[in-house]
């Protein structure tokens, strides 16, 4: 089945840690992104990439990095210079300029939690 | 950036009745997409509309880009349309707005 997948679905991290989330797409889209959710709140871009070996900051970059070293992977790393890190994150995908798939499709999300 | 308001911000429903929900904008946009998150976390496309009508089901969405807004309507509402209903339009990168969050009783 063509979808986009994340891992792990909960994710516990000690202060200090640095953690990886997993994004896998098998859509052959071009485009990825990272997004943060909050308590309440709706989605704030942390970084996106439009293709391979490229990406660009979000709204909320700080403490957080990416690669995209293949079009089908998107991980991103919360780093420890990240102050609050505890949020559901998502990953999506698309197919920028072949409308309508502009339209972004989203994995499942990670919860992640600082203890 | 553009700017993204949606509301109610809270809407609760008897199961069969009628809603509409609304989403501003602030500038204009060539996309516009309709999300409903489930109670899971999953964020589920309902639609892409830039501009004018469409339906799926009991949904429908209608797009004004000139004036700048977009409503989704949900008929005949049951249980399993709760969640939150999320817009998210760009020129460019999606930004979202804050959510409607549907509560729909038996």
């Known amino acids: 089945d063509g979808g986009i997948t994340q891992s792990p679905k909960y994710l516990f991290r000690k202060e200090g840690q640095n953690v990886t989330l997993s994004c896998e797409q098998n859509l052959n889209h071009d485009a990825m992104y990272w997004y943060r959710q909050d308590p309440g709140q709706g989605l704030r871009l942390i970084y996106y990439s439009q293709i391979v070996n490229d990406f660009q900051k979000g709204d909320i970059a700080e403490g957080y990095s990416v690669s995209r070293e293949k079009k089908e992977s998107f991980p991103l790393t919360v780093t420890s210079a990240q102050k609050n890190p505890t949020a559901f994150y998502l990953c999506?995908?698309?197919?920028?300029?072949?409308?309508?798939?502009?339209?972004?499709?989203f994995g499942p999300g990670t919860r992640l939690t600082v203890l | 950036g553009i700017q993204v308001e949606q509301s109610p911000p809270d809407l609760i429903l008897q199961e069969g009745a009628n809603s509409t929900l609304r989403c501003n904008f602030s500038?204009?946009?060539?996309?516009l997409q309709w999300f409903h998150q489930n109670p899971w976390g999953q964020l589920i496309n309902l639609f892409y509309i830039p501009s004018g009508t469409k339906q799926n089901g009991r949904l429908s969405a209608t797009t004004v880009a000139t004036e700048r807004y977009s409503l989704l309507y949900i008929s005949s509402s049951q249980t399993t349309d709760s969640g939150v209903y999320f817009c998210?339009?760009?020129?460019?990168?999606?930004?979202f707005g804050q959510g409607t969050i549907l509560t729909v009783h038996p």
């Open positions: 999506a995908s698309s197919m920028p300029g072949h409308k309508p798939t502009d339209t972004q499709y």
């Open positions: 500038d204009s946009v060539n996309n």
């Open positions: 998210g339009t760009s020129y460019g990168k999606l930004t």
